[in-house]
């Protein structure tokens, strides 16, 4: 009888024990929800290391603010430094020793390729990389959800732009040789195609390459109106300021990657001027309501004394406000389906970025999981302010 | 043809950066035999050190400059006395290694302090400014680096061949136990050793500081200069020049006519063919010692 009583009381607590085991949901507590994301604090991306900070300033004033259902984010975010070996190391280090819930934004193509295989067999939600790549959704993926607008599409409405309203006849391309790159360049031969065009020159750079002399030496040669440039922050920089002392000086446009206009301005020695940019969000400093209100509330409260409020910063805001709208919708018991199927329930969805749509998920569909068709240009006036050349430009 | 002359003329612009940073291995290794690869961050922490003075203090750049070559100087003999000879006997392996460990804490340390942004250094000439003749472009800054960088290897060669430390140095590096015997104190020879190439490496750092500054600036600037350090042999102050104007040039003339892909790759094959069929360097006399 008594062992009678020892089997019953242990079946109780084996089943009991493994309830509460299923019904957990990782990197979720009663009162905490956490949260990863890499970013590059150091070497030659640390340009964009913002973006992290300031989800995690984003992060604290939700927190302050009561949180979500009561819960507060606990923010994981490590330096990678740009390097996938690094960003694969962090990401399974977290995911396995502390559990993360869901994964925020993350810098570079090249990283972010590093994880996405490993958090989409594990069926962990990333949203919002922090890179256009057209690799997040093509296929797309049932647990990543793309918010920035595709360097592919980026590349098309500059070259549109160029071609339509600028009456130019010889475009080049002057990219990064990697996917980040690549991808600029696809859009920018797609757009020329439509336009019965071709490109007048390509010409690759390395990460490693600092004279940049042969490069605009191509360029020059090909004799090319205007210059689509995707690169690093540093090359871009580094061509148009040796064209400008070469005497060659095409209409020069480039990637959101490169719209942090003060930035450019200071390091270019106010070469930038007159530079075309794609851009993913509203101007940190226009008077949109939104960026007003996040940078009283989240950047003047929370931001460390050597933060700037610009383009990047802001970015690491535009990245995740659809995350955390679906957080907010999913209700107070949170599960990754749950959130996965709020997630997939925005539509129409306006903040300081692009409209974002999603759908619920088709593997047929890109757009299921990608959330933004739009970008709009912005040209870099004499001291790094920026004058809006067009609305929001819409690209299928 | 105008491209070629260009290509030339940007080849030899591009390697006097190069040819500053092998002169300050070269220093080193003509006296210890060690590859110091601390070399560009010593010239990293000299430059945003400049870059404060100017910024953050607003001195003038006269004075900046020269304080800059002081602290260059002091803190090459630094490192030498504070790390290099706290270890014991170590081989030219370990030796390495330690400046490995030395180029990794002061290359955190400049990011710790000084943010990972880029920033660049206020200075008289602009970094594009430039002469345009008939169709060739010369960079002003490249030129200033192109005169530094010879002005230093004569004043190196001369100081190495006829001034009393010069020849102490290189009395050290060949046989410092001799040395010992002979009088010269061989520890305080090699922290002016280090003092001297610090201020070299600081030279380039100070001249490619008004492009762009960031913690890897001096990255590509410290692999080409070792490459052109190794091609000229190591331990000939004007071999490391010429082989440095001569990457410059190569580099140039093949990206632009055989592969921009490959135009920065172009110096390491070379060292390893200069290594394969020259391997005392094209520039350096080669001793056979009789056993």
């Known amino acids: ?396 | 043809m105008v491209d070629f002359i260009q290509m030339v003329v940007s080849g030899v612009a591009v390697g006097s950066s190069y040819a500053l940073m092998g002169l300050a291995m070269v220093i080193i290794y003509k006296t210890s035999e060690v590859p110091n690869f601390a070399q560009g961050e010593m010239a990293l922490v000299t430059s945003f050190f400049t870059m404060m003075l100017l910024t953050t203090f607003g001195y003038p750049v006269w004075l900046a400059f020269a304080l800059a070559f002081v602290f260059a100087a002091a803190l090459g003999a630094f490192l030498e006395f504070a790390i290099l000879r706290r270890a014991k006997n170590p081989n030219i392996l370990g030796t390495i290694v330690i400046t490995i460990g030395l180029e990794m804490v002061l290359l955190g340390l400049v990011s710790w302090k000084f943010g990972a942004e880029h920033k660049t250094m206020p200075f008289p000439i602009g970094p594009y400014d430039s002469f345009i003749i008939g169709d060739i472009f010369i960079s002003k800054l490249e030129t200033l680096t192109l005169f530094s960088a010879l002005g230093l290897m004569i004043l190196l060669f001369f100081f190495f061949r006829y001034t009393r430390l010069g020849l102490a140095m290189k009395a050290t590096q060949q046989n410092s136990v001799a040395a010992k015997i002979v009088g010269i104190r061989t520890n305080r020879i090699m922290m002016m050793t280090w003092g001297i190439s610090s201020v070299v490496g600081a030279t380039a750092g100070l001249l490619i500081s008004p492009v762009i500054m960031h913690p890897f600036m001096m990255w590509d600037p410290l692999l080409k200069g070792f490459a052109a350090a190794v091609m000229g042999g190591m331990t000939s102050l004007p071999g490391a020049v010429a082989a440095a104007y001569l990457l410059g040039i190569i580099e140039n003339l093949f990206g632009g006519y055989v592969s921009i892909e490959f135009k920065s790759v172009v110096a390491f094959a070379i060292i390893v063919l200069v290594l394969c069929f020259k391997p005392s360097g094209l520039f350096a006399r080669h001793y056979v010692k009789k056993v």
């Not at chain 1, 391309?173 to 757009?191: I, T």
């Not at chain 1, 095409?250 to 106010?270: A, E, N, R, V």
């Not at chain 1, 299921?368 to 790094?384: E, H, I, K, N, P």
């Open chain 1, 1 to 396: 009888m008594k062992k009678g009583l020892m089997v019953l009381f242990g079946c109780m607590v084996f089943f009991l024990g493994f309830a509460a085991f299923a019904w957990a949901e990782e990197g979720v507590t009663d009162t905490e929800i956490h949260i990863g994301q890499w970013g590059p604090q150091t070497g030659p991306a640390a340009a964009w290391g913002s973006v992290a900070r300031g989800t995690g300033d984003y992060f604290k004033w939700i927190n302050a603010t009561g949180g979500i259902h009561g819960r507060k984010i606990v923010y994981h975010m490590f330096d990678d430094g740009y390097n996938p070996a690094k960003t694969k190391a962090g990401v399974k280090e977290l995911q396995e020793g502390t559990g993360i819930f869901a994964w925020a934004s993350g810098v570079g193509t090249s990283p972010g390729l590093a994880v996405k295989d490993y958090l989409m067999e594990r069926k962990v939600p990333w949203v919002g990389p922090a890179a256009g790549s057209l690799h997040w959704v093509s296929p797309p993926e049932k647990y990543l959800f793309g918010v920035y607008p595709l360097y592919y599409n980026e590349a098309r409405a500059l070259v549109r732009y160029a071609v339509e309203t600028m009456g130019k006849k010889r475009v080049a391309v002057a990219y990064l040789n990697d996917e980040y790159g690549k991808n600029g360049l696809r859009g920018a031969v797609k757009e020329l195609e439509n336009h019965g065009m071709e490109l007048v020159a390509q010409v690759p750079v390395e990460k490693s390459d600092s004279d940049m002399k042969p490069h605009v030496m191509k360029l020059r040669k090909s004799d090319a109106d205007m210059v689509l440039l995707w690169t690093t922050v540093s090359h871009a920089v580094r061509i148009v300021g040796t064209a400008k002392a070469m005497n060659f000086a095409p209409q020069f446009m480039s990637t959101s990657t490169c719209s942090d206009f003060p930035l450019m301005t200071h390091i270019s020695k106010g070469l930038w001027e007159g530079v075309i940019c794609a851009t993913f969000g509203e101007l940190p400093d226009s008077d949109h309501p939104g960026m007003r209100h996040y940078k009283k509330e989240v950047f003047d409260q929370f931001a460390s004394k050597d933060e700037r409020w610009g383009m990047f910063y802001a970015a690491g805001i535009i990245f995740i406000e659809p995350m955390i709208a679906a957080l907010k919708n999913a209700g107070p018991e949170l599960t990754r389906e749950k959130f996965v199927a709020e997630m997939e329930k925005i539509t129409g969805f306006k903040g300081i970025g692009p409209e974002v749509n999603f759908k619920p998920f088709d593997p047929d569909d890109m757009y299921s999981r990608q959330g933004t068709r739009q970008t709009f240009l912005v040209q870099c006036l004499a001291d790094g302010k920026a004058k809006k050349l067009t609305d929001w430009i819409t690209l299928e």
